[in-house]
Each structure stands twice: as structure tokens, then as C-alpha cells.
């Protein structure tokens, strides 16, 4: 029976164990975590989400906090958060910093790349996103993925760029039409993707799909997808994504023609994730009918997350002078919209709830919203459990060579103590 270490994925001149780890914002899939897969032969990511508050917590800078005292004078103000707009030069440093730092310790074989969402339209979607992508270029990134967002503009951003044509681009879409529409909409630059991440509808974090996403599977996307480039004579690595959960499971998809697999949920439950502890812990325990998709991410996404996270049914007042990364060009974002919506019909006193969205970008800075892939409910067979009910942290080589290696519907756990 063949397992994953018996393919390799080529990537221009690189030969690549073929497990990529998706970017899990905001910083799920730490530097560490991608620094740890590079080493070990295969791709990891960064995420370039809220960045400033990354770096603020990790090189002890002081973004955000400068960004609220600059724009205090707005916080009341519900109905128009336009003012509050990004500095470039501002991005642009921290960005340099997130991915610069990464890049500098990276060792080993493998490939960095940066997740990058076109939905954080941080109030100025078209110049924050090609500061985004400029500088993670700029800062020595491997590989840029495009993701949440059908990016038709976004290879025009770059195109002047002296990496554009050196550094990977990769897109993810989870279907034949936004795969279509982007190859369409980006053909002036002269350029293709270097490889297409399909996601199907058990992935974690924002959904390529609407309420009836159950209708959809990843197999299916995937030959439709396929089949299309071949009769185009496009020959593109394919990497499924989505509820691949075991090493077996991976392999069927490298057997079928999948250039690598990318997966995220097992490495949920690693120690280099940055998740914090307690919430490792939620994620063993989760049982299936915990773990619901829902429609309270202010990008109008649909969202899989743990039902019992703090992020649901919570009213924290809209942070958008400190944060503002969901805003849309014109100073809107729909948690506060929302949370107006409920103040304004309160008596005075009165405390606000909000069930139909979440401050998403708040939630995600505090690692309240627990958004995670279907198979979460699944992870306590990945590791051991103790007598107090705690399971064991895993590493993420463990879990990358379980992949690699194991075969069937096998799962390696961890050596006890
Ligand atoms: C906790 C978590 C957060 C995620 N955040 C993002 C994200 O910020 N951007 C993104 O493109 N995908 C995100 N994803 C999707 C993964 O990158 C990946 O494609 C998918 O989850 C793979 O499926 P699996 O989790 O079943 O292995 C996230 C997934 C998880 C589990």
C-alpha cells in the first residue's frame, strides 16, 4: 500500500514532501509551526491576518495601540468608520517584520508561504492588499496563497514586481467557476498560478460555499476541476484541501493524480500551533454536534467554528479604531452594524447581545472564536488522553510524519510520557 513520502510534489526546482499546511489566521499557524514544516521537507504558512497585532505580540511592538490613541475620536461614531484607514508605510513594516523574521530562520528543505485573504479589506481594500502582497515579496517569502476571495485583480497589483514571476502564486478556490473566473480575469499579467489549492466544504476557518455546502464534496470539485485542465492543456498542480484527516486519506488523494494534499486540523492540536492551551484542549474534547457553520463572520463567508466559543452570541463593542480589518472601502463592517442595531432599541443600562454576527476581528485577536475543520471531533483519536481528562499536546513533526508515512486509516499516536 503506498503512502505519502512515496510521491514528491515539484515545485519549479523544488522537490517537496507533498503536505502542505494551510494558513490558519490569525497567528493558528505561527512562524514556528511553518518554520517546523519547512524543515521537515514540506510547505508551511504564515498568515499575514492581523498582522499588527502579531507583531505586537511577538517583537514587541506597538501598533494597535497607536492606532486606537489615533483614532479614539471616532469610536463612537457606529454608522462611519472611514476615517479610521490604515497607514501604508505602517503595514508595510510590520508585514516586513512578520514574514522578514520568519524568513531569516528558516532552515531545511522545505518552502514558507503566506496566506493571504482578500476578504480583510481593511478599509481600503485594493492598497492595503498590494502592500500586503509587495512587501511579503519584498520580506524573501516563498510562496504567496490567495485565499477567501476570488482575487481577479489581485495578480495586476504585482505584476511590476521584480519577484512576480520568481515567487510561487498559488490560489484557492472551491469551485470549477472561481477557478475559471480567476484564471480569466488574471490572464493580461501573462502569468499562471503555480499551483490550485481546491478546498472542499469540511475545510476550517471561511467557506468557498453558501448554507448548502453539504451538497458539495471535495472528490467530485476536484475531478471537475481536473478534467477542465486537461481539456484546457493546463497543467497546474492540483492540491485537494478539506477533511483530510489521515495519512491513507492523503495518499488516495495523491494516487488520483493530486500533486500534494494541504490539511490544517490535525496540526490544531500541535505545540508549535498558537492556539492557546485550554483551547487545544476544547478541540480534543469536541464532539461532532459541537461543531457547527454558521454566518456571523462579518464577511458574509459562512464559518465553521466550535458552538460554544466565546465569539457566539458575544457583544464586545465594535473594535474597528484598534483593529478595522473587516471593513469594507467605505468605513462599514457588519458587526457594527449589527451591534447598533441592537444598542439602539435598549433602554439605557441595558446590556447589548448580538447573535446574527461577531466582532470577528477582536474574537480572533483574543483566540476566542474557535473556528476549526469538520473532522475536529475526531482529533482525540490522535493523541492519548490522561486521568484528569487532558489529552497530550502532539509535535508537529509527529503529526507531519504520520501523514507522511502511515498508511490505510492508520494514526500513529504519540509515545506516552
Ligand atoms: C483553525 C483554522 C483556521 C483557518 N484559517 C484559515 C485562514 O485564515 N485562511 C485560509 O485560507 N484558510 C484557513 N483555514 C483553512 C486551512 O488552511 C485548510 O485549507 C483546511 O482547513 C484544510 O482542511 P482540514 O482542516 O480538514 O485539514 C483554517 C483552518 C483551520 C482549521
Redesign the pocket.
Known sequence: MKCVDDYRLRLGSHELVPIVV?????D??TSALALEIARLGGIG?I?D?MVHTVTDRRYRTHYVKDRLKKYKFNVDNLHDKSAAQFDLGLLAEATHLHVGKTMEAKRGPGLVFV?C?EKLTMNNPRETLRVRLCTAMDAGIDGI?L??GLHLGSFALIQDHPRFRDVKLGI?VSSLRALQLFLKKNARSGRLPDYI?V?GP?????LGFAADWAKYDLVTILAEIRDWLRAEHLDIPLIP?????TGGNAAGFLEQGAAAV?????F?VTRECG?PDEVKQAYFRATEDQIEVNNISPTGYPMRMLKSCPAVGSAVRPNCEAFGYLLDGSGHCQYAEAWERERSGLAEGQKVKVWDKTCLCTHMRNFDCW??????WRLKETSLQDADGNYHLLSAEHVFHDYQYSTGGKIELPVAG
Not at 473556528?371 to 475536529?376: E, L, N, V
Open positions: 494551510g494558513g490558519m489566521g490569525v493558528i499557524s504558512h498568515s491576518a496566506n485573504m496563497t485565499a477567501a484557492i489549492v478546498e469540511l475545510a476550517g476557518g471561511h484541501a478539506g477533511g483530510i484527516f494541504q490539511v490544517a486540523t490535525r490544531t492556539l473556528t476549526c475543520g469538520h473532522y475536529t
